[in-house]
């Protein structure tokens, strides 16, 4: 099999991709939408609109074609003009009465717009959210630009068409979009924070974090960290100067928690057991490591994810 970290780590996250809705403008217009996801797509099908995000500083203008990938907004604004020029109406109000209907805004369609938000579990912020800045936007000069079109016209078809398996093709395409999406933001990794999906635009680091996931250290320490040949660690002080990626523990040890909550949330799996599973030395340095990075001891997590499922 191929190693694929991007696949991996999409899955132990649980990232779900879902159309939230769709709508035409024409004129002059601007919708404000609350932040009811911590990460969303918004996407041009036909014509344009300005994305304007407080956290984002300078508004980012859409062509048909573009998608905005907006990360943990506070305030999120989609309009016809760079500086609205009407005051912003509430979007939820509007769609809850467009039901299944494509909302229209004015008789005319200028511009279609099309929405989806991305759901993690409650373990994935720091494998994915932490790793992408307030706005990234994918252009239609990206290799994938194609594919996203022809991704964004199946997504407006089945969600204004109506048709049986409608909802579940929406839920498969809108899965590739953000797949696509991801591909084309590891085209430019300087635009990432430093994080797991920087590292993964680098070959080097993708080789190692590749072998570390297959196979952890057996004792929780740098000294065994599986490396390709040809990886050297980055330790001297010359290795230091160099720009910064994930730190391989770091990546290392999110990860082993992320598998540990999986498994305590999917599997009645004993503490002991994960404990050596993940190459802990000791059920005490576990569940040290783990409340350090969840907030809570493992045994706990475990009770509270029994209870929200219930």
Known sequence: MVDDPLSDALALVDARCVV?????????????????????????????????VDAAGEPVFLRAGDVAVINRHDR???????????TPREAHPLFVRAGRSMLRLGAAEESVI????????????????????????IGTDQPEAP??????????????????????????????????????????????????????????SRQRFAACTATPPDDGTSKTWPRPAGCR?????????????????????????????????DDDVP??????????????????AFKRTVGVAPRHDREATTDRSA
């Open 20 to 52: 939230s809705g769709a709508f035409s403008a024409a004129g002059t217009w601007a919708l404000r939408f609350a932040a009811e996801s911590r990460l969303k797509l918004t996407a041009a099908v036909r014509g344009s609109c300005w994305v304007i």
């Open 76 to 86: 999120l604004v989609l309009a016809s003009d760079r500086e609205p020029r009407t």
């Open 114 to 137: 099309v929405g989806a938000h991305v759901d993690v579990d409650h373990g994935g912020d720091d494998l994915l959210l932490a790793s992408l800045p307030a706005v990234t936007k």
């Open 147 to 204: 594919v996203i079109a022809w991704l964004l016209d199946r997504l407006l078809s089945e969600t204004i068409a109506g048709r049986p398996g409608a909802v579940f093709a929406t839920r498969q395409h809108a899965q590739l979009l953000f797949v696509e999406v991801l591909r084309a933001c590891l085209r430019e990794p300087a635009a990432f924070p430093n994080g797991w999906l920087r590292a993964l635009s680098d070959p080097a």
């Open 233 to 265: 660690a980055r330790r001297s002080k010359r290795a230091s100067r160099r720009p910064r990626v994930f730190a391989p523990m770091a990546y290392l040890h999110a990860w082993r928690i992320r598998l540990a909550q999986r498994a305590l949330r």
């Open 271 to 288: 503490i002991a057991t994960l404990t050596t599973m993940l190459g802990y030395g000791s059920d005490s340095a576990f569940s040290t």
